[in-house]
């Protein structure tokens, strides 16, 4: 079965970089798009870019500036790195396997990452 | 970018009963091929968030058949027959037709 789960650090200092890494098992991240999607309170859901099973990426033009999404394929886990957080960018960051016939077919639980000093 | 409107923040109703969510979209979301490019999810709190419906109207693999899609060009409507005590959620709808991807602000299932 396909798994993913996020990690990273829950509290991130504004104007600092947030980074979060996505680790998949049950299936190889070099196949279909992996992507990340935030929740913000209030419940507004933002999709905020992919990367591809071949290491190409797309991303929200919102965030086109500040975002990049990379990848360990040894390790089959993929990474998210915000610069220039601010206290808007606190929210639940998720990351989910994109397939264009069932796009976020699987997620992961979240990670609340709050933005503060 | 296409803007997806679902209208009702809340709807409340009660177990047993019927209930429909919309989701109207800035622009058609059909593509040459015939599809829609509009998918629904369901989360609830401690699950990960599952997706429902592909396509306005295809149901995922494993979805119970109460949950139906329905809908063309820029309307869509997401019925569940007969709620459950666990159908209690918030449900989003999606669209892929084109970059950015956008979600609907979301409907969340309450009890009445």
């Known amino acids: 079965e396909v798994q993913l789960q996020e990690s990273g650090p829950g509290l991130v200092k504004p104007s600092q970089s947030l980074s979060l890494t996505c680790s998949v098992t049950?299936?190889?991240?070099?196949?279909?798009?992996w992507g990340w999607i935030r929740k913000f309170p209030g419940n507004k859901m933002e999709w905020m870019g992919y990367?591809?099973?071949?290491?190409?990426?797309s991303y929200n033009p919102s965030l086109k500036s500040r975002i990049s999404i990379t990848r360990d394929t040894s390790k089959n886990q993929f990474f998210l790195q915000l610069n220039s957080v601010t206290t808007e960018d606190t929210a639940t960051y998720y990351c989910?396997?994109?397939?264009?016939?069932?796009?976020?077919?699987?997620w992961g639980q979240g990670v609340m990452v709050t933005v503060s000093s | 970018q296409i803007t997806l409107t679902q209208q009702a923040e809340s709807l409340w109703i009660s177990p047993g009963e019927r209930v429909s969510i919309t989701c109207r979209a800035s622009?058609?979301?059909?593509?040459?091929?015939?599809?829609?490019?509009l998918s629904w999810y369901q989360q609830r709190p401690g699950q990960t968030t599952k997706a429902l419906i592909y396509?306005?109207?295809v149901r995922t693999d494993g979805v119970p058949t109460r949950f139906i899609g329905s809908g063309s060009g820029t309307e869509f409507t997401l019925s569940i027959e007969h709620v459950q005590p666990e159908d209690f959620a918030i449900y989003y709808c999606?669209?892929?037709?084109?970059?950015?991807?956008?979600f609907g602000s979301g409907t969340k299932l309450e009890i009445k």
């Open positions: 999606l669209q892929t037709l084109k970059s950015p991807l956008t």
């Open positions: 990367i591809s099973y071949s290491g190409s990426t």
């Open positions: 622009q058609s979301l059909l593509y040459t091929d015939g599809k829609h490019y």
């Open positions: 049950g299936y190889s991240i070099t196949s279909n798009y």
């Open positions: 989910a396997r994109y397939r264009v016939a069932t796009p976020f077919d699987y």
């Open positions: 396509h306005a109207s």
